[in-house]
């Protein structure tokens, strides 16, 4: 298997083809592979996606392979941009993940892996698609620790929490609720649906942090449970308004290197080339 990597900065398994990356005058983004490859060669991209001219490299990256005679490609496309917008909320919108699978599909991959897939209509949009589980990476952020509780942010988060739980050996689980006014997006009424925690620690594990508001409303609730360490750990950290706030309410903060270029002040980023997944 050879690696074409997209991002000089992201190898998730180690140094890839000879690529040059550039933009034309007129705004076009192209590539150039510079070294010769076999018809008979296997080749996975490797794509951390944060823009729609992401997509279009993946594109021009699968026709250069092809005009090289290799039909063998995989992608390796960790963060799968658009996966939260999975349903229409108002007419007038596009189904945006419908677009973004419709041209990763028009390639023809032998396989399509994301890791941590928001839900499970991205995976079933795409072809071939395999989805890579948060286990490892949240075994990596806990090593140290003997005793905590997993905490599912949401409803919609129970199903992966619980298979996380059972692949952690069986995990206590304490699960929790907000609501989000579909209109504006505010987020409100976060409930914790236990007890007095006992300063027990509390891992809040979810595929995808972007403000950061679901888990700074439910840290509050968890501390006004006597919560003991708080620690956060997500898959995806776009962290777009910083990491000041969860700082404040969050012990300890872990993501991987699927979105990030680099680690933000008290993030612990844990990248793919250190082992997260293995083929």
Do not use: W
Not at 41 to 54: K, L, N, Q, T
Not at 134 to 149: D, G, I, K, P
């Amino acid at each position: 298997m050879k690696f074409l990597n997209l991002d000089a900065q992201f190898e998730p398994f180690g140094k890839g083809i000879d690529i040059e990356r550039f933009t034309f005058s007129g705004g076009e983004p192209h590539l150039l592979i510079r070294e010769a490859l076999n018809p008979e060669d296997e080749v996975m991209i490797c794509c951390r996606a944060r823009s729609f001219e992401d997509m279009g490299l993946i594109l021009l990256a699968a026709d250069a392979l092809k005009r090289f005679g290799i039909e063998r490609l995989q992608l390796f496309i960790p963060y799968f941009p658009a996966a939260r917008q999975d349903r229409v909320m108002v007419p007038g919108e596009p189904l945006s993940v419908k677009v973004y699978a419709s041209l990763v599909n028009s390639v023809g991959f032998n396989r399509v892996y994301l890791f941590d897939a928001h839900s499970e209509v991205a995976p079933a949009l795409l072809n071939n698609c395999v989805v890579i589980p948060n286990y490892t990476l949240v075994r990596r952020a806990l090593e140290a620790y003997e005793s905590y509780m997993l905490v599912s942010p949401d409803g919609g988060a129970l199903k992966k929490i619980y298979k996380l739980s059972e692949a952690l050996g069986g995990r206590p689980v304490t699960e929790c609720s907000k609501r989000r006014d579909v209109s504006t997006g505010k987020l409100s009424h976060f409930t914790v649906y236990a007890g007095d925690l006992q300063g027990q620690t509390c891992v809040v594990a979810d595929d995808i942090c972007d403000g950061g508001g679901t888990f700074i409303g439910l840290a509050e609730q968890l501390r006004a449970k006597n919560a003991g360490k708080l620690i956060l750990v997500v898959s995806h950290g776009i962290f777009s308004r910083g990491t000041e706030a969860l700082r404040m309410m969050y012990d300890e903060i872990y993501c991987s290197d699927s979105f990030l270029a680099g680690d933000l002040p008290g993030v612990t980023c844990i990248p793919f080339s250190s082992g997260l997944f293995r083929l």
